[in-house]
């Protein structure tokens, strides 16, 4: 009796494929393009295309002497022991400053502080427009033209809203390669871009963390300008439902509505202020659809070349929207809080 051939899994229709692809963990999908050209050309399809969605434990990326600076190491979390060297585009990945990541895309700024959108799986990457078009933000060209600093201009929705000119401002002044170290705090991304060109970016920066978005396509950045001579200063941001939440230092969360192609904008104050500068504040959403606060603590200790920031205090808190009030939270469960939906990666700064 002949014995069966093996089953060639390398002839599998793409189609089948795909749908045997699209259930793996993603190192795993990563580490299938290697068997064949027919199961590298699914894979990455799967993931230029932006039909991987599947809820899996994140990896971490980061960056490594051995790797070289054009490339970054994927760990995964999964299995504990496999890692993976992915080459990226330039400008060196190591090189860049990490502002943000969502939807399994890194928001980053190059050594000019320029931002782009990178993905680390597929290597896409996409510019967003330039540091120059933020409202608060000159270029200073020395005399052969050439860029020479960045001047930031402190003026807010508040107080110094209404400015005659740059000359009645404070300022501080920044060569290009350190001033994104100042001027950005977080970038969100509101949707996937692999999955069509309607996604918005919302940017926290200085002076006084002010907020500003571009949508795909847009040639420079939008400031919200609160009025009413507000001046607000947000530290966290998340989005769902179509909405940014912003959060300020002292836990006021405004919604706010970028309109669909086009730069005007809806904000509303949902949660009055709910605590003073205690510490540093992050907003975050569970899959049970609740907002919650989280104040984290911090001390120095001192001595030393370097002073190490430690961690003394973790407080968590529900919004109740209707009392315009925080409830304490004792035991998060199993709702396993969320900053950000799809994340895929968590990124190790250095």
Not at 2 to 30: K, N
Not at 175 to 194: G, N, Q
Not at 294 to 318: A, C
């Amino acid at each position: 009796m002949d014995t069966p051939a093996a089953a060639d899994w390398s002839e599998l229709p793409a189609d089948v494929l795909g749908l045997v692809l699209l259930e793996l963990e993603f190192p795993d999908l990563f580490r299938s393009a290697a068997v064949c050209k027919l199961w590298h050309a699914t894979a990455r399809d799967i993931r230029r295309l932006g039909l991987y969605s599947r809820a899996q434990t994140p990896c971490l990326l980061y960056t490594t002497a051995a790797a070289g600076p054009r490339a970054a190491v994927l760990y995964s979390l999964a299995d504990k022991t496999t890692s993976y060297t992915v080459p990226l585009p330039d400008p060196p990945i190591a090189e860049r400053h990490i502002v943000g990541s969502s939807h399994g895309w890194l928001v980053t700024a190059d050594h000019r502080s320029e931002l782009h959108l990178l993905n680390p799986a597929t290597g896409e990457q996409l510019d967003l427009p330039p540091v120059a078009t933020i409202e608060h933000v000159r270029p200073l060209y020395d005399d052969a033209g050439n860029l020479n600093n960045y001047k930031l201009v402190y003026y807010d929705g508040g107080g110094n809203s209404h400015r005659r000119n740059d000359d009645d401002m404070h300022t501080v002044t920044h060569p290009p390669e350190t001033f994104r170290e100042f001027l950005y705090l977080k970038a969100v991304i509101s949707s996937d871009p692999s999955r069509g060109d309607d996604y918005t970016v919302m940017l926290i920066h200085h002076p006084y963390l002010q907020l500003s978005f571009a949508r795909s396509g847009d040639k420079k950045w939008t400031w919200i300008k609160m009025g009413n001579n507000e001046c607000e200063w947000f530290e966290d941001c998340i989005y769902h439902d179509g909405v940014f939440y912003a959060q300020t230092v002292h836990g006021a969360i405004h919604a706010i509505d970028v309109v669909s192609a086009s730069s005007s904008f809806t904000h509303r104050l949902i949660l009055k202020p709910t605590m003073g500068e205690l510490g540093t504040l992050y907003i975050v959403r569970t899959t049970e659809g609740d907002i919650l606060q989280v104040l984290r603590v911090t001390e120095e200790d001192e001595g030393g070349e370097h002073k190490d920031v430690r961690t003394t205090e973790i407080g968590v808190y529900k919004v109740d929207y209707k009392k315009q009030d925080l409830d304490d939270v004792d035991d998060i469960g199993w709702r396993m809080a969320a900053a950000e939906e799809g994340s895929h990666f968590w990124v190790i700064h250095r």
